[in-house]
């Protein structure tokens, strides 16, 4: 049984969910006082927190088992990562579950910098005063939107403000320009062109590079009247250069969500009425709070089963040095490959791992990910990114990573994993940046999400065998989610059937009796 500590409180949906899972012994401290927290550290192998909760020395030293920490949101400013990668622990947060509410958030401000809507609702209904010649705003049609950073969230926006009539103009050197020119904007590699526009937003991490962006040199560029929107971390505009900016009338109006300490209470931007202000709303929303929980709760149950450690902080290989699509196939890798060492068990002879596509250059770096996770069954919690390459050596494994030729897939990866008795071969892609998909095993076709549980049946192509198969899951009480079939050329087929149950081994057996069955193979990711 691995432990899985709450530290800090989450949407309830989470908690259902690890309620569910039997080999997991949950932890829920959530209304324990932080100055009682520590002794319960000491048996938990994964923890989940939140901003209250600092992992800091006492912590990390508390938590003498722990093997990984799930930061339930985007920051983690209150986690010391240094010193949880001195000690081996991964570190993770849930950087996509808000991402819709960050884009509503970020489309009520853009609006209110138009119309400077919240003054105009405060002159009425606080003030009772009724003069529509003072509230003359813009509009947003014909207008050109600078969208600084074109992931997950500044992609979205785009296409809302697109939608609006705006024209969108994309500056983010780390995407492919493709991305922004085919939903009929023009990227840039020239900033200067960002501070052109009438409309600017930023959607940036917060780093060296990102700190003060925008500054008074920038601004000073931008044409008069300019509105400018911040609602992903506090520091990417210089807040004494906009204060000076909205003062002058530079800036016409700004809509911000995130200052560079907070609470920000008693900020000068306060004072100002051409600016729209809300207290560090992007995630609040019931629907992202409960994305949250239920995304946090998986990558915390993943980890402490050592299968995979979804948006990792602290991997081996620096992620500042790898373009933003490569996260959710380091991710995909690590699936694959656990889940080819639970169809072939046995003794490993070798791990081979081919790329095609532009995911193709970074093979080198993804092999130690198919490593782990082919070896996990047989190392447990001996292996980590760090050493698997060398346990592998030490167990005479054959590890390599190959080009493979190109298929139709933008990307693709294959892992095959080879044992005395058997060769499986997985492949699997990324769809819409982040939707991982397997879509061939052992040359047969299929479509279907590496997570939860599976049954994989490959049986002789006649007629009645999924009547038999639904039958023999009905009578164990096992309810089917999904069923994908795919057809192979010497008159078999490969079903996988994800269940919402365990399978025991009476109930794979019951398989394994039928006539047409070849064989029948059970796997959780």
């Not at 052109?196 to 925008?214: G, Q, R, V, W």
């Not at 100002?272 to 629907?287: I, R």
């Not at 095959?416 to 492949?427: C, L, N, P, R, Y």
């Not at 939707?435 to 049946?457: A, C, L, S």
Request: proline content about 3%.
């Amino acid at each position: 049984m691995k432990t899985i500590i709450v530290c800090d409180a989450i949407h309830e949906a989470g908690l259902e969910l690890l309620a569910k899972e039997s080999d997991i012994n949950v932890i829920n401290a959530i209304k324990v006082p932080k100055n009682e927290l520590l002794p319960l550290l000491a048996d938990a192998d994964v923890a989940i927190t939140r901003s209250s909760t600092d992992v800091d020395d006492k912590f990390i030293h508390s938590a003498k088992k722990i093997k990984a920490i799930v930061r339930a949101g985007v920051g983690v400013d209150n986690v010391d990562i240094n010193e949880c990668s001195r000690r081996g622990i991964i570190v993770m947060n849930v950087p996509t579950a808000n991402t819709i509410a960050a884009v509503e958030l970020t489309m009520a401000h853009l609006l209110t910098a138009a119309r400077s809507f919240v003054y105009a609702h405060n002159d009425l209904k606080q003030d009772r005063i009724w003069k529509r010649e003072k509230w003359y705003g813009v509009e947003l049609f014909g207008k050109k939107l600078g969208v600084i950073g074109f992931g997950n969230i500044g992609s979205r926006v785009a296409a809302r403000a697109k939608a609006f009539g705006m024209e969108i103009i994309a500056y983010d050197p780390y995407i492919n320009p493709a991305k922004v020119i085919d939903m009929g904007g023009e990227y840039t590699k020239n900033f200067d062109d960002i501070l052109a526009c009438d409309f600017i937003t930023i959607h940036t991490p917060k780093n060296s590079e990102t700190i003060n962006m925008i500054d008074e040199a920038q601004i000073a560029k931008m044409k008069d009247g300019v509105r400018l929107i911040n609602c992903a971390r506090g520091g990417l505009y210089n807040e004494a250069a906009l204060e000076a900016a909205l003062k002058s009338g530079k800036v016409a109006f700004a809509g911000i969500d995130v200052f560079n300490k907070e609470p920000a209470t008693n900020h000068p931007l306060l004072d100002l009425d051409n600016v729209s202000v809300t207290p560090h709303l992007g995630a609040n929303t019931l629907e992202s709070q409960k994305n949250i929980a239920i995304q946090a709760v998986e990558a915390a149950i993943s980890a402490a089963r050592g299968i995979t450690y979804p948006n990792a902080l602290n991997l081996p290989i620096k992620a500042d040095d790898l373009p933003p699509y490569l996260e959710p196939y380091i991710e995909l890798t690590s699936k694959i490959s656990f889940l080819a060492a639970q169809l072939n068990k046995g003794v490993i002879k070798s791990v081979r791992l081919e790329c095609e596509g532009e995911i193709n250059e970074h093979k080198d770096s993804l092999i130690t990910f198919a490593i782990v996770g082919a070896l996990k069954e047989i190392a447990g919690e001996k292996i980590n990114y760090v050493n698997a390459k060398f346990l592998a050596d030490e167990k005479g494994i054959i590890t390599e990573a190959h080009s493979a030729p190109e298929s139709g897939y933008k990307s693709k990866i294959t892992v095959k994993v080879a044992t005395e008795t058997d060769v499986i071969s997985i492949g699997g892609t990324v769809f819409d940046e982040r939707e991982q998909r397997i879509v061939d095993i052992n040359g047969f076709k299929t479509d279907f999400k590496p997570k939860g549980k599976m049954i994989f049946f490959k049986n002789n192509d006649v007629p009645g065998v999924i009547a038999q198969v639904a039958s023999i899951l009905a009578k164990a009480n096992i309810n089917i989610a999904d069923f994908r079939l795919g057809r192979g050329e010497g008159g078999s087929a490969l079903a996988v059937i994800l269940v919402d149950e365990s399978v025991d081994k009476h109930t794979l057996e019951a398989l394994n009796a039928l006539e047409t069955c070849i064989w029948a193979k059970y796997a959780v990711i």
